[in-house]
């Protein structure tokens, strides 16, 4: 079973730039009548952006980080939540995942004004631009290749972030012992060690992604799982 972590109540304030507080309703509608890809519209439903982004914390005019962002399903998403006086930066990193992407990625430049595709390694962002941070389904690619490289890499993104700035983590379920580098997941035990070790606080957890029916025994990307796996959501902050 999931471990589920008693939601701490925070003790740092949300310094941001943001306008007014997320509405999940008007995000949904705005998300069902946008022009974005069928495909994307297709994973709507159980990535559940709009609750997740408002437990997290997301406010219309943020700027706002989507870390190695590959195609930018998320990208887009959060362009259309923080609105036009937001911002979001879409990074990657030069290789395979963004040649194979490009044509959309370039889609979603042409189609929101507001992105910009940030091509290289957080470290050249300023320090403390940033509002909200946000890697999802990634982190654990990092942190198994590597827990010192994610260190590094993810470090830098406490940098980049404004003090009382929200970092927020969506990855797929694993199970402490498990082999979760060859399952492409991560225990949450893991995550939450890791990412406090870098100076983030841990202020909440979320069930919105939770699956009981997936057991954590199988790859993200086994067809019985329909691309809905047990998902963990962490919101850490930039202690002030």
């Not at 941001?16 to 890809?37: H, I």
């Not at 909200?132 to 942190?143: I, K, P």
């Not at 970092?167 to 949450?188: P, T």
Request: aromatic fraction near 6%; proline fraction near 5%.
């Amino acid at each position: 079973m999931k471990i589920l972590l008693t939601i701490l109540t925070a003790t740092f304030c949300f310094v941001t730039q943001a306008n007014a507080q997320l509405d999940p309703e008007n995000l949904t509608r705005s998300l069902a009548s946008s022009d974005r890809p069928s495909a994307d519209l297709e994973r709507d439903a159980n990535r559940k952006a709009p609750e997740v982004l408002s437990f997290l914390g997301l406010n219309e005019g943020m700027t706002a980080l989507d870390l190695i962002a590959i195609g930018g399903w998320y990208t887009e998403v959060l362009a259309i939540a923080v609105g036009p006086s937001g911002q979001v930066i879409m990074q990657n990193n030069p290789g395979r995942g963004v040649d194979n992407n490009i044509e959309l990625i370039n889609s979603r430049l042409s189609r929101r004004a507001n992105i910009n595709h940030h091509l290289g390694p957080v470290s050249e962002l300023l320090a403390d631009s940033v509002d909200f941070a946000l890697t999802a389904l990634n982190f654990h690619d990092v942190y198994n290749r590597s827990a010192e490289e994610a260190h590094d890499r993810f470090t830098q993104v406490y940098d980049a972030l404004k003090p009382g700035g929200i970092f927020g983590v969506i990855d797929h379920q694993g199970s402490a012992g498990a082999d979760n580098a060859s399952l492409h997941r991560i225990a949450f035990e893991d995550a939450v060690k890791s990412i406090t070790a870098m100076g983030f606080a841990l202020t909440g957890t979320s069930d919105l992604l939770d699956n009981p029916a997936d057991d954590h025994t199988l790859g993200p990307r086994d067809p019985s799982l329909a691309r809905n796996t047990d998902r963990f959501i962490l919101r850490f902050v930039k202690p002030e």
